[in-house]
């Protein structure tokens, strides 16, 4: 098959598009390399990506529309996976319009070419942060999602209802699917994760918000692979309804799924872990709870498992040890 991949610079659209790759089929990457984090971790993921003959690479932003359309009118995809964005929580509070250009314009601008070649299934990534601070658990893709905390939560609910509307009115197949906490190697800087092994490989004390309270679905990076790929195969229609658990919309075939395991873990035995994996204690800093951040997310995992038959299930300590496995290996190289 032929997929259209945007962010395949970043670490999900990096895993995703080798992992298709690998299975033979044909990709197309789209990545504007921001500056947003270190563009050497970018480089060397797109290095990977091109010893694929059957790769594509295309340069640019999301919100240069006659660049994009050029870029899908050549990869005839079957599937668009929209994975590119202005990500992190935090950041959205610095700058907001970074947010704004890249997950509403730059998505918009993929809904409506998904649109204008008559797409087979339209694929966007969303977040658990829509959730907000929902005190009902798990989080259910059926539960209101209307009080986002963070501008970032706000302009991936906004890439959600303009999606479902593109769909009702021009009938485009279209999968939203909420991540939660993703991690695993090859993963953003800014992650929690990264931070702390960097700062226990310097000595430094990390810093835990939330004076710890928190917690968090933790999905590991291959199994949001496995549900994205399975998800690309099952566009939205009547035909794979899932009864009593199901978004599937009765005025489009527009479909919400959540992706993450329904395993919350707390941030304080997240911390344990890794300093099992590590071998050594961390230094420890508390400080209160970040603006715009969340005391917990907690994936329902029925309706994937009811669509795909799979939900996210590497344990713990399995992912953390392959994680720093790979930063010992890298992160001199890569300047991490």
Known sequence: ?????????????????????????????????????NLRLKEAR????????????????????????????????????????????????????AY?????????????????????????????SIYGANPDVPFRELDRADEPMTFYAASK???????HSYAHLYKVPTTAFRFFTVYGPWGRPDMALFKFMKAMLAGDPIEIYGEGQMSRD?????????????LSGIAPSEDNRVAGVDTLSHNAPFRI????????????????????????????????????????????????????????????IDGVKATVEWYREHYRELEL
Not at 58 to 84: G, Q, S
Not at 157 to 163: D, I, N, R, S, W
Not at 266 to 292: C, H, N, S, W, Y
């Open 100 to 128: 704004l250009d890249s997950n509403l314009v730059g998505s918009w601008n993929i809904i409506d070419i998904a649109r204008q070649i008559g797409i087979g299934h339209l694929m966007l990534a969303s977040t658990s």
């Open 157 to 163: 609910k906004g890439m959600e209802l303009m999606a």
């Open 218 to 230: 933790f999905t590991y990076i291959d199994d949001l692979i496995e549900s994205v790929i399975r």
């Open 46 to 97: 797109v290095a990977g990506l091109t010893q694929f003959p059957a790769f594509t690479g295309v340069t640019a932003m999301l919100e240069d529309r006659a660049v994009l359309e050029k870029a899908i009118e050549a990869a005839k995809p079957d599937v668009i996976i929209h994975l590119a964005a202005q990500a992190g929580v935090r950041y959205s509070l610095e700058n907001p319009k």
């Open 257 to 316: 799924v959540n992706i993450g395991g329904g395993e919350p873990v707390a941030l304080m035995d997240f911390i344990e872990t890794l300093e099992q994996v590590m071998g050594a204690p961390a230094k420890r800093t508390m400080l209160p709870m970040q603006k715009g951040d969340v005391p917990r997310t907690f994936a329902s995992p029925d309706l994937l498992l009811g669509l795909t038959g799979q939900k996210p299930s590497t344990s713990l």
């Open 1 to 37: 098959m032929r997929y259209f991949i945007t962010g395949t610079a970043g670490f999900i659209g990096f895993h995703l598009a080798r992992r298709l790759l690998q299975e033979g089929h044909q990709v197309t990457g789209y990545d504007g390399m921001t500056a947003y984090y």
